[in-house]
């Protein structure tokens, strides 16, 4: 027997409701509509699998996160774009490594940044307002920071 954790799988979860056609089967009377029920559950079985996968917070999050945490409450997104403007101007004047903010730009709606992986980046205000908002859950709730 391996000394290894379990890891789930895909296979696991399909495995485990199995069963549930099964039981569709038996109360179900047969019939076009069986079919259709059944090729409904099988498809959201494989969709329920797949629901772990997804993209993780990166540079951008953990900067908001940094921002808004700066900034302190309330969160708003005009103090969110103050500090990031304070971050801009900081970056000017101290060099390159102080911040990854280049500009704040309100007329465009639009915030400049150095992101790691992508280079410069202009980042439009919708987007921050969505990285806000799972910030402000963040700091309210006191769950664990975004790595």
């Known amino acids: 027997m391996s000394k290894r954790p379990h890891v789930c799988t ?13 039981a569709l089967v038996r109360h179900v009377p047969a019939g076009k509509e069986l079919d259709e029920l059944l090729t409904l559950v099988r498809i959201g079985l494989r969709f329920r699998a797949q629901q772990k996968v997804g993209k993780k917070p990166g540079a951008l999050a ?11 409450p309330p969160y708003t997104f005009e103090k969110l774009l103050m500090e990031m403007a304070y971050a801009a101007r900081r970056r000017a004047l101290l060099g390159e490594y102080v ?10 709606d639009l915030v400049t940044i150095n ?11 919708g987007t921050l ?19």
């Open 99 to 108: 911040s990854p903010v280049l500009e704040v730009d309100r007329s465009c």
């Open 115 to 125: 992101l790691p992986k992508r280079g410069i980046v202009d980042v439009p205000f």
């Open 62 to 72: 953990r900067l908001v996160l940094d921002c808004a945490r700066r900034a302190g």
């Open 10 to 22: 895909a296979a696991d979860s399909v495995d485990r409701y199995a069963d549930a056609t099964g």
């Open 129 to 147: 307002r969505n990285h806000l908002t799972r910030a402000k859950n963040i700091l309210h709730a006191k769950i664990p920071a975004i790595r």
